[in-house]
């Protein structure tokens, strides 16, 4: 019989555990926590202390009593979850269930599921951090209180089964604003203008007006551009100046739990979600052939960028043999941590070098291939030399005109031989193009003036968020922590409360209403600043600075009175959502009024309760040019659980529906068929032809009818960057464009 029992979280690690540990240790996994607040009261003594009632949550019985038989059988028990407050609340609870069967209970925390750092666990034993287990304690209750007596203010006006959260509803409340600035939003005209040069020795290179009698060029109109053409256009130019300097490029810090998101989500396309559930996968153990299952990377709930000096020594040496001592810094390189840090972790990295991306491919999903080369490639570049870098800059002078061309070569790739951070967009967009800038001009040299181009330009509204920037945001802000953020904006979608255009995060109807009655009647509760300061409360509960009473206490005071002062204005917040049409009630003649339901906005009669008439919304939505197949009756737009459909007006009588075209035509040769818009298993749009199987054309960037200027192809792409906006770009020569205009973008190399 085993001498001791580990209990772990996760059913997946016991099987990389107890291979680490032999026949003497029984490894059992508690699968997540086991007490919770009751889902069906408040569970919170408000008048005695604010002490949580905690419960054994549904379906965890036969777990408990399983640990705890095993328990009673063993010399001594290790508890070893997570790292992080959830996992110290656990260790807690689990502590509680097993003490009157055996009391010697050990703690053991690792950062890395590897055979070295368990082992080394067991050895170096510690208690149960309680200031850990009341920091916890708080934001469960803290986050109950709010959802528990908010949420039913949202069932009262608008329906039922809404939900209200402390963290997510301030990150609803950024979504809001920047679509707010985006509504209105009014563009600006303005103009550039790119001047073609040729010099003695040159070949033809391009030069941006950046200089107007020492001033910045203001050109708001076609009229202005014109002018300023013709006056270029009689000038004589001169190179003014030639400028070189050499510039590092250093690397940025090994990940942690936010930077690993943005960067993943940026480069890989995946959620926020998405990014957690494989990492946790590459955490918690990967069956690698013989050597059996191994945890791939250190512990990835972590916002700090400290690095054992191990693994320090590791890297150092795997650089210096596999690309050379000149890509070695002398010294290792030390990032700063952020003051807001927790830095009980290390960032995240490999758990060895041994295991190279390329060795594992084979074992692993492609998912979990592109996610572990990414963390691998961002450790090893943390550690290597400086890219350097030689910017040339060339002034060219005319008249009253300045016009400068710059670009940048690679002098050494440094860390980039590794990790290039350097998008080809980016690069593009800062004049980063070296074989534009002409090497054999010399100062003083007369150029010719071969041509001029105006271009027109409109101000562009910031940007909607995306999963990456609100990770960004969030972090920037301290409103949360890292490990919450997918669980965050997961949530939000779920709730519908914003939807998913691309890759960019909207509010929806639903979403924006909601914000609306919790920034009125809350405005001290959500919000930023009150937010990032619960948090900063919260730390301080996990360093021993400030007793629990104390937080929840001064939380609570101000936090009840508006609730109490929101609850006496129900009706009248009720009222002022209901939104007044000229329609009239075919039954009774009273006006009907919208307002909001389980599935969305219906209209019905303000006779209510007297008169139940209703009327669908969407009814009134009708599609332009879209009639039904069975009855010719108009179709209208409606939105399911798989997205955007039409469905015939008809319905009941007529319950024809089919997929929601975009207005393009299938661009493949002789198809005839009409581009429509699609959701995949998980969630995420796509376009394909309405007349699949026979037709397997398919996009996952909506198509636009407008053929390439460049190359004449039929169609081209919607495109988002964060650098650029909104634009289109073709999928066959890739050259991008300004949505509504017709010229190509210029080739950015000036500055």
Same mark, same amino acid.
């Given at each position: 019989?085993?001498? !001791?029992?580990?209990?772990?979280?996760?059913?997946?690690?016991?099987?990389?555990?107890?291979?680490?540990?032999?026949?003497?240790?029984?490894?059992?996994?508690?699968?997540?926590?086991?007490?919770?607040?009751?889902?069906?009261?408040?569970?919170?003594?408000?008048?005695? =202390?604010?002490?949580?009632?905690?419960?054994?949550?549904?379906?965890?019985?036969?777990?408990?009593?399983?640990?705890?038989?095993?328990?009673?059988?063993?010399?001594?028990?290790?508890?070893?979850?997570?790292?992080?407050?959830? =996992?110290?609340?656990?260790?807690?609870?689990?502590?509680?269930?097993?003490?009157?069967?055996?009391?010697?209970?050990?703690?053991?925390?690792?950062?890395?599921?590897?055979?070295?750092?368990?082992?080394?666990?067991?050895?170096?034993? @510690?208690?149960?951090?309680?200031?850990?287990?009341?920091?916890?304690?708080?934001?469960?209750?803290?986050?109950?209180?709010?959802?528990?007596?908010?949420?039913?203010?949202?069932?009262?006006?608008?329906?039922?089964?809404?939900?209200?959260?402390?963290?997510?509803?301030?990150?609803?409340?950024?979504?809001?604003?920047?679509?707010?600035?985006?509504?209105?939003?009014?563009?600006?005209?303005?103009?550039?203008?790119?001047?073609?040069?040729?010099?003695?020795? /040159?070949?033809?290179?391009?030069?941006?007006?950046?200089?107007?009698?020492?001033?910045?060029?203001?050109?708001?109109?076609?009229?202005?551009?014109?002018?300023?053409?013709?006056?270029?256009?009689?000038? /004589?130019?001169?190179?003014?100046?030639?400028?070189?300097?050499?510039?590092?490029?250093?690397?940025?810090?090994?990940? /942690?739990? !936010?930077? &690993?998101?943005?960067?993943?989500?940026?480069?890989?396309?995946?959620?926020?979600?998405? $990014?957690?559930?494989?990492?946790?996968?590459?955490?918690?153990?990967?069956?690698?052939?013989?050597?059996?299952?191994?945890?791939?990377?250190?512990?990835?709930?972590?916002?700090?960028?400290?690095?054992?000096?191990?693994?320090?020594?590791?890297?150092?040496?795997?650089?210096?043999?596999?690309?050379?001592?000149?890509?070695?810094?002398?010294?290792?390189?030390?990032?700063?941590?952020?003051?807001?840090?927790?830095?009980?972790?290390?960032?995240?990295?490999?758990?060895?070098?041994?295991?190279?991306?390329?060795?594992?491919?084979?074992?692993?999903?492609?998912?979990?291939?592109? @996610?572990?080369?990414?963390?691998?490639?961002?450790?090893?570049?943390?550690?290597?030399?400086?890219?350097?870098?030689?910017?040339?800059?060339?002034? $060219?002078?005319?008249?009253?005109?300045?016009?400068?061309?710059?670009?940048?070569?690679?002098?050494?790739?440094?860390?980039?031989?590794?990790?290039?951070?350097?998008?080809?967009?980016?690069?593009?967009?800062?004049?980063?193009?070296?074989?534009?800038?002409?090497?054999?001009?010399?100062?003083?040299?007369?150029?010719?003036?071969?041509?001029?181009?105006?271009?027109?330009?409109?101000?562009?509204?910031?940007?909607?968020?995306?999963?990456? !920037?609100?990770?960004?945001?969030?972090?920037?802000?301290?409103?949360?922590?890292?490990?919450?953020?997918?669980?965050? $904006?997961?949530?939000?979608?779920?709730?519908?409360?914003?939807?998913?255009?691309?890759?960019?995060?909207?509010?929806?109807?639903?979403?924006?209403?909601?914000?609306?009655?919790?920034?009125?009647?809350?405005?001290?509760?959500?919000?930023?600043?009150?937010?990032?300061? &619960?948090?900063?409360?919260?730390?301080?509960?996990?360093?021993?600075?400030?007793?629990?009473?104390?937080?929840?206490?001064?939380?609570?005071?101000?936090?009840?009175?508006?609730?109490?002062? /929101?609850?006496?204005?129900?009706?009248?917040?009720?009222?002022?959502?209901?939104?007044?049409?000229?329609?009239?009630?075919?039954?009774?003649?009273?006006?009907?009024?919208?307002?909001?339901?389980?599935?969305?906005?219906?209209?019905?009669? !303000?006779?209510?309760?007297?008169?139940?008439?209703?009327?669908? @919304?969407?009814?009134?939505?009708?599609?332009?040019?879209?009639?039904?197949?069975?009855?010719?009756?108009?179709?209208?737009?409606?939105?399911?659980?798989? =997205?955007?459909?039409?469905?015939?007006? =008809?319905?009941?009588?007529?319950?024809?529906?089919?997929?929601?075209?975009?207005?393009?035509?299938?661009?493949?040769?002789?198809?005839?068929?009409?581009?429509?818009?699609?959701?995949?298993?998980?969630?995420?749009?796509?376009?394909?032809?309405?007349?699949?199987?026979?037709?397997?054309?398919?996009?996952?960037?909506?198509?636009?009818?407008?053929?390439?200027?460049?190359?004449?192809?039929?169609? &081209?792409?919607?495109?988002?960057?964060?650098?650029?906006?909104?634009?289109?770009?073709?999928?066959?020569?890739?050259?991008?464009?300004?949505?509504?205009?017709?010229?190509?973008?210029?080739?950015?190399?000036?500055?």
């Amino acid at each position: 019989m085993a001498k !001791s029992l580990v209990i772990v979280e996760s059913v997946a690690k016991t099987k990389t555990i107890s291979k680490f540990l032999g026949k003497d240790f029984t490894v059992k996994s508690s699968v997540g926590h086991v007490k919770d607040l009751p889902k069906q009261r408040l569970g919170v003594n408000v008048d005695n =202390g604010f002490e949580p009632e905690y419960i054994t949550i549904r379906g965890k019985g036969k777990v408990l009593t399983d640990i705890r038989k095993t328990a009673a059988n063993v010399d001594q028990v290790y508890i070893a979850t997570d790292p992080d407050r959830e =996992g110290e609340a656990i260790a807690a609870h689990l502590a509680e269930v097993i003490g009157p069967h055996n009391d010697n209970i050990l703690r053991v925390r690792f950062n890395e599921i590897t055979e070295r750092a368990v082992k080394q666990a067991l050895e170096h034993t @510690l208690p149960i951090d309680e200031n850990l287990v009341v920091a916890q304690k708080a934001r469960r209750v803290v986050d109950r209180l709010v959802g528990y007596q908010v949420s039913p203010i949202l069932w009262r006006t608008i329906y039922r089964g809404l939900s209200a959260g402390r963290v997510q509803s301030v990150a609803l409340r950024l979504i809001c604003e920047r679509e707010e600035l985006i509504d209105v939003f009014i563009p600006e005209e303005y103009w550039s203008l790119i001047a073609e040069f040729k010099g003695k020795r /040159t070949d033809p290179f391009l030069s941006k007006l950046v200089k107007i009698n020492d001033g910045n060029p203001e050109i708001h109109n076609e009229a202005e551009a014109q002018a300023i053409n013709r006056e270029l256009r009689q000038q /004589t130019f001169k190179v003014a100046d030639i400028k070189k300097k050499k510039v590092n490029r250093q690397p940025a810090p090994p990940f /942690t739990t !936010s930077t &690993m998101q943005q960067e993943a989500a940026n480069r890989l396309g995946y959620t926020a979600k998405r $990014i957690m559930a494989i990492a946790q996968q590459l955490y918690e153990g990967i069956e690698l052939g013989e050597e059996g299952s191994v945890g791939l990377i250190t512990y990835m709930r972590t916002d700090s960028t400290r690095v054992a000096d191990e693994a320090i020594t590791e890297v150092r040496d795997y650089i210096a043999t596999d690309y050379g001592l000149e890509y070695l810094p002398q010294t290792p390189r030390k990032y700063k941590v952020k003051s807001s840090a927790q830095d009980a972790h290390e960032a995240i990295r490999p758990t060895a070098m041994k295991r190279s991306p390329k060795h594992l491919k084979k074992y692993l999903t492609p998912e979990q291939y592109k @996610l572990y080369e990414l963390i691998w490639q961002r450790f090893v570049a943390s550690q290597m030399e400086a890219a350097v870098l030689e910017q040339t800059s060339i002034e $060219i002078a005319g008249g009253r005109f300045l016009l400068r061309t710059s670009g940048s070569i690679i002098v050494f790739r440094g860390f980039l031989q590794v990790y290039d951070d350097v998008k080809e967009e980016e690069a593009d967009e800062n004049g980063e193009n070296q074989s534009a800038v002409p090497q054999n001009l010399q100062i003083g040299e007369t150029v010719t003036l071969l041509d001029v181009h105006p271009k027109q330009h409109f101000t562009k509204p910031p940007a909607r968020y995306t999963e990456s !920037s609100l990770v960004k945001e969030l972090d920037a802000l301290a409103i949360g922590r890292p490990s919450t953020y997918a669980m965050i $904006i997961s949530t939000l979608l779920a709730r519908k409360y914003i939807d998913k255009q691309g890759r960019q995060l909207a509010p929806s109807d639903l979403g924006k209403t909601v914000n609306k009655i919790l920034v009125q009647n809350f405005p001290q509760i959500f919000n930023v600043k009150f937010t990032a300061f &619960m948090e900063d409360e919260l730390d301080k509960l996990e360093a021993g600075d400030k007793p629990f009473l104390q937080v929840v206490k001064e939380f609570y005071e101000p936090f009840n009175q508006a609730v109490v002062a /929101t609850e006496k204005k129900g009706e009248e917040i009720k009222s002022e959502l209901q939104e007044t049409t000229e329609e009239r009630c075919p039954k009774c003649g009273k006006p009907l009024v919208i307002r909001w339901g389980r599935n969305g906005k219906f209209m019905a009669c !303000s006779g209510y309760p007297e008169c139940k008439h209703t009327k669908p @919304l969407e009814a009134l939505e009708k599609v332009e040019g879209e009639v039904c197949d069975k009855c010719g009756k108009d179709m209208v737009l409606k939105v399911g659980r798989y =997205g955007r459909f039409l469905a015939c007006s =008809g319905y009941p009588d007529c319950s024809s529906a089919r997929p929601y075209p975009i207005g393009v035509a299938c661009p493949l040769p002789n198809c005839g068929g009409k581009i429509i818009e699609r959701r995949s298993k998980r969630g995420r749009t796509f376009y394909g032809c309405s007349n699949y199987p026979a037709c397997n054309f398919v996009n996952w960037n909506k198509p636009v009818a407008k053929s390439c200027p460049s190359c004449g192809n039929n169609y &081209m792409e919607e495109r988002y960057t964060q650098a650029e906006g909104a634009h289109w770009r073709c999928p066959k020569c890739k050259e991008k464009f300004e949505q509504g205009a017709d010229a190509l973008y210029e080739p950015a190399v000036a500055e």
